[in-house]
């Protein structure tokens, strides 16, 4: 475990992309490494802490992705991933009802290879 707030603030900043990582970007250059760390810290939570926002973010992520090609078995084992973490995490959150809805079952569904979508239809009938 890390306990130096500098090593901390580089660790965010190697282990984040994207908008997270650009938000962090002026924290190192602070004289006070806890200052900088905690400043960090509070961006990210405000921008990514939000329940409503995580949820909306992975029910994006397992409904608007393009579908996945038939016999891409390491796309579809991803995409099988991707369902549990968002259930998990939505589950964590008591915001299931956010994914649970037929518009986004839809979606899910259309993202599954053509072939298992016969499947799919006698599993859950």
């Known amino acids: 475990m890390v306990k130096d707030s500098g090593r901390k603030l580089a660790q965010l900043m190697q282990y984040t992309t994207g908008k997270a990582n650009k938000m962090l970007q002026g924290c190192p250059l602070l004289d006070d490494p806890d200052e900088g760390y905690m400043r960090a810290m509070k961006r990210l939570k405000e921008r990514f802490g939000n329940k409503y926002s995580i949820s909306h973010a ?54 599954l290879p053509a072939t298992l979508h016969g499947r799919w239809r006698k599993t859950v009938a």
């Open 58 to 111: 992975w029910v994006d992520k397992v409904t608007k992705d393009s579908p996945i090609k038939a016999r891409d078995g390491a796309a579809l084992q991803d995409f099988a991933d991707e369902l549990q973490i968002c259930y998990d995490t939505l589950r964590a959150l008591d915001y299931l009802s956010e994914i649970n809805t037929q518009s986004n079952l839809v979606l899910i569904i259309n993202r």
